[in-house]
């Protein structure tokens, strides 16, 4: 989108916003401009404020200093209401929609006088915002029987309906399909064309290039940069992000494929709504290779390693880690066998969040030798032992003492890779590792998955970014709804086929 001429006004512009909370400054003289008809990146590192800004420009925090702009005119936001009155809509990656009511009452929900509304002038108000745009939804659709790509249509629907101008969109593409991505950048060039404005939030770099004019760095709440997307790379904006530079390139190394560490045979289990999601479901992991399981969010994977993980028990099948068959919905056996498990959720499921860094680190080692002698826990061992896991991961803390949630997202998930991995796993199965970490943890992250397979480790790689599977993977499967759609080399992998794979196309 680049080559557009930015008119001298900024729709919105932010001079010296500063926040803070307690003892922390979250947002130090930070300086935002958003022209018409713009496409403005918003970038940092996790904990560099993008979030806080945007909140504040939202109306969810107060200023404490600084000044805002919209449209020239100063203004003082006390709520989100006062945002969406002056035409800001914000989007969330994760959808603030009524699952069980139709598309036009969730654009309705939370209209004044909504109650007293005419549903047929409004079903016309809506159906003429689509024709407009290019929307293709039917008003009269229950919510729940839409893809996630026609959600995020219809989150950007209601902000429309209400008159946005200016659309905050934070990782807008986390839970898209390589197909839906592009149906969501070919629907915000429209929007764009029409006159509104966006700020887009992504650790996705490429996409920046792809659909922004303008990027903005934020680094320890501050703006530490701005350049115009079309005399940028990625390489320079890693690196503006993160304070160093970064590799370019990760090398997958090479590693001589050994046994079978993990065996899946014909898995089949429903998720908590009683809905088959892994159906029939078998592959083959060996030692010294990454596998990939690609798909977009919601078709399986979260169930699937739930049953390697040994969280729920299946329905149907057999896991078996080195031919050894493993009892379902018992994650002691699974540990026992050696199988280091990186969960999707670090915060609900990787950690207990008011025990400290050590306590965490020592989760499955506290009745092992040295930490545990006859059953007697060794206080020394303990902290030699979590000494020896924050030197080795880099994992950045005022102690080993302090709780673990006072900890970035990118620190909590090296404190899950220390503990998980620092007894050289022969076995790691990684879902979603990198999920909401900036470019930075992300390539720690992918390191360390890199490090475990060239030592011999087979690694069952879970992920709903495609750009990591390809990156990390010596072979790729697909799941849609539950089941395998294909399977490829890294050497053959083709991206389009994939992407068609991930929405349930074959032929």
Not at 86 to 97: E, S, V, Y
Not at 195 to 211: A, Y
Not at 317 to 342: D, L, Q, T, W
Request: net charge negative.
């Amino acid at each position: 989108m680049e080559g557009r001429i930015l008119e001298k006004q900024p729709v919105i512009e932010m001079r010296g916003v500063t926040k803070r909370f307690v003892d922390v400054i979250a947002n130090d003289k930070v300086d935002l401009k958003l022209f018409p008809k713009e496409v403005v990146a918003l970038l940092g590192e996790n904990g560099a404020g993008k979030t806080t800004l945007m909140n504040v420009l939202f109306g969810y925090y107060n200023l404490d200093g600084g000044e805002m702009l919209i449209n020239g005119e100063s203004v003082t936001f006390s709520s989100p209401k006062d945002a969406i009155n002056h035409g800001i809509a914000m989007i969330h990656q994760h959808f603030t929609l009524v699952q069980t009511q139709t598309v036009l009452e969730n654009v309705m929900i939370g209209m004044e006088g909504s109650f007293f509304l005419n549903y047929k002038k409004a079903k016309d108000k809506l159906l003429a915002i689509e024709k407009e745009f290019g929307f293709q939804l039917d008003p009269d659709a229950i919510v729940w029987t839409l893809s996630i790509g026609e959600q995020q249509k219809l989150e950007i629907l209601k902000a429309l309906y209400r008159g946005a101008k200016i659309l905050i969109m934070d990782e807008p593409t986390a839970v898209l399909a390589p197909t839906e991505t592009i149906e969501l950048f070919d629907t915000l060039r429209n929007l764009v064309k029409s006159g509104h404005s966006i700020i887009f939030i992504s650790h996705h770099l490429q996409e920046v290039m792809d659909i922004c004019d303008r990027v903005v760095v934020l680094r320890n709440g501050r703006r530490v940069a701005e350049a115009t997307v079309s005399e940028t790379t990625i390489p320079e904006l890693a690196s503006l992000m993160v304070g160093r530079e970064l590799l370019e390139r990760l090398d997958k190394g090479k590693s001589k494929t050994g046994d079978a560490v993990l065996e899946a045979k014909d898995l089949k289990v429903k998720n908590n709504r009683g809905i088959t999601a892994v159906d029939g479901l078998s592959f083959v992991l060996r030692e010294g290779e990454v596998l990939g399981v690609a798909g977009v969010s919601g078709n399986g994977q979260t169930e699937l390693s739930e049953m390697l993980f040994g969280e729920i028990k299946p329905e149907e099948g057999e896991i078996f880690i080195y031919g050894k068959k493993i009892p379902g919905g018992s994650p002691a056996a699974v540990i026992a066998e050696g199988m280091a498990r990186i969960p999707e959720d670090r915060i609900k499921t990787g950690l207990f969040m008011d025990l400290s860094v050590k306590e965490n680190m020592i989760l499955e080692s506290h009745i092992k030798e040295p930490i545990s002698k006859k059953g007697l826990i060794n206080m020394k061992e303990i902290r030699i032992f979590a000494d020896n896991c924050i030197n080795s991961f880099s994992v950045k803390t005022d102690g080993m003492d302090i709780p673990v949630k006072s900890l970035s997202g990118g620190n909590l998930q090296k404190v899950i890779l220390a503990r998980e991995l620092v007894g050289n796993p022969k076995l790691v199965v990684a879902c979603q590792p990198t999920r909401g970490l900036d470019v930075g943890a992300m390539e720690y992250v992918h390191q360390a998955m890199l490090d475990q397979k060239v030592s011999g480790s087979g690694v069952l790689l879970i992920s709903d970014d495609l750009d990591e599977i390809f990156l990390l993977s010596d072979r790729v499967i697909v799941m849609y709804e539950g089941k395998i759609m294909g399977e490829m080399s890294a050497e053959e992998a083709d991206r389009d086929k994939i992407g068609l794979w991930m929405s349930g196309v074959t032929s």
